[in-house]
């Protein structure tokens, strides 16, 4: 006689073989559609709850989520073991709730799957004229592929290019190509709010960044205090930059007072406000602010760097943005660092823009389009293929910056069991922030958490914020020596800080046992 347990298992398998050959049918038309190769979507059968050292833990979670700070939240806890997938606690884990930059987990996933850690963005400069006499006559394209990673110094490099092709003129015009990702700015749900600040910056196949961060599209508002109290503060861009105007409205206050600068750009324009004060043995302020049209940015900085460089311009030249010929030649390129790397600042420091901009690069690369919608596609199939059940989640960007991206903490915690088995797996687990780390690039924003405590050095684990959410979700060692992975999405809190209750929980699963 079958056992109830063993038919179960036939009836999942069989509903599963269905659910899949539907899945590879309709990954057969796009890539008919689209002539690209098919994503496997196969996915493995998904273990149920343990059956050792759960009902103690869950006495102990629980116990966790009755504090006062979590009334009237919805608090989604799942915890697994790290070798089985087995879940060893759930509290609301099929609940689908917003996992603020938590989200970026999802996107950082497809990109190592579909684009592998190896990949690189490029950025070229090419022509469509001819040198003469140390004269180019015709128009000068920089083309963006993407790079978040393009800084100044790369544009110099450019320049020293120019020089060794012996060009000191350019009669045409200086062209931005942008084309490689649509036109579309701004994720669908992003806050006005949001969009003057580097956390809110808009996505452009040509961008620039002004340090090491690669925070693209935006630029570096230094502040320092003026000569005498009640004077107005100096004011510097990183990098230097007409494109942006700023406006001083701010004040050197007494040696006593307290640093209140503020950094905003107005809405629709490139007009920074710069207001507050700035006490008159203070230090420098160093502030970033999105640019409007990152294109414009790059070719307002370019131009200005070949100027530097010697390399002058008609009087009739330009700078535009428009699309490069076919033919056109290359004189110089320039490739990112690799994905693997990147990797660092984007997870490590919660890199919003990097996050939108992996995503438009998996719908070109993939689907031939730079768009949200097709990147998103590709996030997705890489999550069923993982066996994510994605008719319960929903996807809108690739940051979480979105209040309308949800998915339930139980997929998301198997989603990390999931990817274990990847031959890129140790690089996703590497940019994971870890607890108490005070290098910032080892544990960027876990930094200042947990130290002290048996989760110090040993989480390892993605934060996310946004209004009223705050999300961890990673990995865990118990105490003896079991690896756990967990996920915690809280929502719709009205505390100040509800941090305080997801780092108790890891603590508890640092501290566990499971002999118990």
């Given amino acids: 006689m079958i056992s109830a347990t063993v038919l179960y298992m036939i009836i999942s398998a069989?509903?599963?073989?269905?659910?899949?050959?539907?899945?590879?049918?309709?990954?057969?038309k796009e890539a008919l559609i689209y002539e690209q190769p098919v994503v496997a979507v196969a996915a493995p059968v998904r273990p149920g709850a343990a059956?050792?050292?759960?009902?103690d833990l869950t006495a102990a979670l629980d116990e966790i989520l009755q504090d006062s700070r979590l009334a009237g939240a919805?608090?989604?806890?799942?915890?697994?073991?790290?070798?089985?997938?087995?879940?060893?606690?759930?509290?609301?884990?099929?609940?689908?709730?917003?996992?603020?930059?938590?989200?970026?987990?999802?996107?950082?996933?497809?990109?190592?799957?579909?684009?592998?850690?190896?990949?690189?963005?490029?950025?070229?400069?090419?022509?469509?004229?001819?040198?003469r006499d140390g004269t180019l006559d015709g128009n000068l394209y920089l083309k963006g592929k993407g790079d978040p990673t393009l800084m100044k110094e790369d544009l110099d490099r450019f320049a020293e290019r120019l020089l060794e092709l012996g060009i000191r003129r350019i009669e045409g015009h200086l062209v931005g190509d942008d084309s490689w990702y649509d036109d579309v700015r701004l994720s669908l749900d992003l806050d006005w709010s949001d969009e003057p600040y580097y956390t809110g910056t808009q996505v452009s196949a040509l961008t620039l960044s002004p340090n090491g961060d690669y925070d693209a599209g935006t630029v570096i508002v230094e502040v320092s205090p003026g000569a005498a109290a009640g004077s107005k503060p100096q004011?510097?861009?990183?990098?230097?930059?007409?494109?942006?105007?700023?406006?001083?409205?701010?004040?050197?206050?007494?040696?006593?007072?307290?640093?209140?600068?503020?950094?905003?750009?107005?809405?629709?324009t490139n007009r920074i406000i710069v207001s507050g004060t700035i006490p008159l043995g203070g230090a420098t302020s160093r502030i970033w602010a999105s640019v409007w049209e990152p294109t414009g940015y790059v070719l307002d900085?370019?131009?200005?760097?070949?100027?530097?460089?010697?390399?002058?311009?008609?009087?009739?030249?330009?700078t535009v943005t428009g699309v490069t010929p076919d033919d056109a030649t290359v004189l110089a390129s320039r490739q990112s660092i690799p994905l693997s790397e990147l990797l660092i600042p984007f997870m490590k420091l919660s890199n919003n823009g990097h996050g939108e901009i992996l995503t438009k690069e998996m719908g070109r690369v993939i689907h031939g389009e730079g768009s949200w919608t097709r990147g998103l596609q590709v996030t997705q199939d890489v999550l069923a293929g993982l066996g994510v059940n994605t008719d319960t989640i929903v996807l809108r960007d690739g940051s979480g910056m979105s209040h309308i991206t949800m998915i339930p903490a139980d997929e998301l915690s198997y989603l990390l069991y999931a990817i274990q088995d990847r031959s890129?797996?140790?690089?996703?687990?590497?940019?994971?922030?870890?607890?108490?780390?005070?290098?910032?690039?080892?544990?960027?924003?876990?930094?200042?958490?947990?130290?002290?405590t048996a989760a110090?050095?040993?989480?390892?684990?993605?934060?996310?914020?946004?209004?009223?959410?705050?999300?961890?979700?990673?990995?865990?060692?118990?105490?003896?020596?079991?690896?756990?992975?967990?996920?915690?999405?809280?929502?719709?809190?009205?505390?100040s800080s509800v941090r305080p209750i997801e780092d108790r929980i890891a603590v508890t699963l640092a501290n566990w046992s499971l002999g118990k």
Wanted: glycine residues 10%.
């Fill in 235 to 268: 004011v510097k861009v990183v990098p230097e930059t007409d494109y942006v105007t700023i406006v001083n409205e701010a004040v050197t206050g007494g040696n006593s007072g307290r640093n209140t600068i503020k950094v905003e750009r107005e809405h629709g």
């Fill in 301 to 318: 900085v370019f131009s200005r760097t070949l100027r530097e460089h010697g390399i002058t311009f008609s009087a009739m030249s330009e």
């Fill in 424 to 452: 890129w797996y140790s690089l996703f687990e590497r940019s994971l922030p870890v607890a108490g780390a005070a290098d910032r690039l080892t544990g960027g924003t876990l930094h200042t958490r947990m130290k002290g």
């Fill in 51 to 55: 059956a050792h050292g759960s009902e």
């Fill in 14 to 28: 069989l509903l599963s073989f269905a659910s899949a050959q539907e899945d590879e049918l309709e990954l057969l």
């Fill in 74 to 131: 919805l608090a989604g806890v799942s915890v697994r073991l790290a070798d089985t997938g087995e879940l060893m606690y759930s509290h609301m884990g099929d609940i689908r709730l917003h996992p603020a930059s938590n989200m970026k987990i999802l996107t950082a996933v497809a990109a190592l799957e579909m684009l592998g850690p190896d990949y690189r963005f490029t950025t070229e400069l090419l022509t469509d004229g001819k040198i």
């Fill in 456 to 495: 110090e050095g040993n989480v390892k684990a993605k934060t996310g914020s946004l209004t009223s959410v705050s999300t961890l979700s990673g990995y865990v060692t118990t105490s003896d020596g079991e690896k756990l992975v967990f996920s915690i999405l809280i929502n719709n809190y009205v505390a």
